[in-house]
């Protein structure tokens, strides 16, 4: 089992940037498939991006370009650079762990409670 927290949101205008952290508590970190994503206000949460644990990243066409993911396993920490951020990016943003796939899709079994990002002028 894993435990994860996230920290980094706040306010910030249009055009700036932001670092999300995800910390996990629980062993074996490395061989988990990591994930974040976003519940904007009256919207369905959905996927920002992806990263295997094999590696493979998958991000979704509208942060393409501008959302980056990454590791640091020795941290047990997982990241979401986001640039240029626009106020549609403004959200609840969640990071989410699994180690398991059911025919191929990954299944997020493990989730952390949220971070707010606003993107305001």
């Known amino acids: 089992q894993v435990q994860l927290l996230e920290s980094g949101g706040g306010l910030v205008q249009p055009g700036d940037s932001l670092t999300l952290s995800c910390r996990a508590s629980?062993?074996?970190?490395?061989?988990?498939?990591l994930g974040w994503f976003r519940r904007a206000p009256g919207k369905q949460r959905e996927l920002v991006t992806f990263?295997?644990?094999?590696?493979?990243?998958n991000t979704a066409g509208s942060v393409k370009g501008r959302f980056t993911i990454w590791r640091d396993d020795a941290k047990n920490t997982a990241y979401l650079q986001m640039t240029a951020l626009k106020p549609e990016d403004t959200a609840v943003y969640f990071c989410?762990?699994?180690?398991?796939?059911?025919?191929?899709?990954?299944?997020?079994?493990?989730w952390g409670q949220g971070t707010q990002v606003t993107v305001s002028a």
């Open positions: 990263l295997s644990y094999e590696g493979t990243i």
């Open positions: 629980g062993e074996y970190f490395e061989l988990y498939h």
């Open positions: 989410a762990a699994s180690r398991r796939r059911v025919e191929g899709v990954v299944q997020w079994d493990y």
